[in-house]
């Protein structure tokens, strides 16, 4: 079982916008350890989506946006594309057993 | 261009070992702190190991404490993780990946972020 918890799948139609979540605790997100995002498409290299809650690295489209609250972090795709079909797992930091880093289990983004 | 290029997995018994090689090109590893990441079957990214620049400071997650080995040769700009006492729970598709870390703007909690990944290498144990 995953420390972040993301829904296991999401699906909306090209054009649409489409949100994933992301909830952690007091002990990671709460404790304001910043939230990254990787877009993975199984046999190729996961990609960096977002980092440190809204950044996008270049390369990554303005439609894709983060963002976060007290103990959980959101990502936003807007204008949703057939390529956008992935999976999306969350990242942050975590305090408790001595410290380590922690993902979300994932979700699946299918563009129906 | 940053390429991580990871190789070595395979099929082992339980209790066997095998060691991963992440060769990367486009940067010089040794400038950065890098990472071994797991993801086992229909399950979430685990960090299992990272190395600082350095080599000073070392990670191991406590699932493979005591089991798993990172270590890096700079003239051969690659990373490399032994895998000692293998178990069919660290069945696995093992990627390489770079670390960015910073402080937040409290100077207290500091960061890990991974903006570059291999493609994977999958280790499999079972009899």
């Known amino acids: 079982q995953s420390v972040l918890t993301q829904p296991p799948s999401v699906s909306g139609a090209p054009g649409q916008r489409v949100t994933i979540s992301c909830t952690g605790s007091r002990s990671n997100i709460g404790a304001g350890y910043d939230v990254h995002w990787y877009q993975h498409i199984p046999g190729i290299a996961p990609k960096l989506l977002i980092h440190g809650q809204s950044n996008r690295p270049s390369g990554v489209p303005d439609r894709f946006s983060g963002s976060k609250s007290v103990t959980s972090a959101s990502l936003a795709i807007s204008g949703l594309q057939a390529e956008d079909e992935a999976d999306y797992y969350c990242q942050s930091y975590d305090s408790s057993l001595g410290g380590r880093v922690v993902f979300g289990g994932g979700t699946k983004l299918s563009v129906l | 261009q940053v390429q991580l290029v990871e190789s070595g997995g395979g099929l082992v018994k339980p209790g066997g070992s095998l060691r991963l090689t992440c060769a990367a090109s486009g940067f010089t590893l040794s400038d950065y702190y890098m990472s071994w990441i797991r993801q086992a079957p229909g399950k979430g990214p685990e960090c299992v190991s990272y190395?600082?620049?350095?080599?000073?400071?070392?990670y191991n997650a406590d699932s493979v404490k005591g089991r798993f080995t990172i270590a890096r040769d700079k003239a051969q700009n690659s990373l490399y993780l032994q895998m000692n006492s293998l178990r069919v729970e660290d069945t696995a598709v093992y990627y390489c990946?770079?670390?960015?870390?910073?402080?937040?703007?409290?100077?207290?909690?500091?960061?890990?972020?991974?903006?570059?990944w291999g493609r994977g290498t999958l280790v499999t144990v079972s009899s």
């Open positions: 990946a770079r670390v960015n870390w910073y402080y937040d703007t409290s100077g207290y909690s500091r960061n890990f972020y991974f903006p570059f």
């Open positions: 190395i600082s620049a350095t080599g000073g400071s070392i």
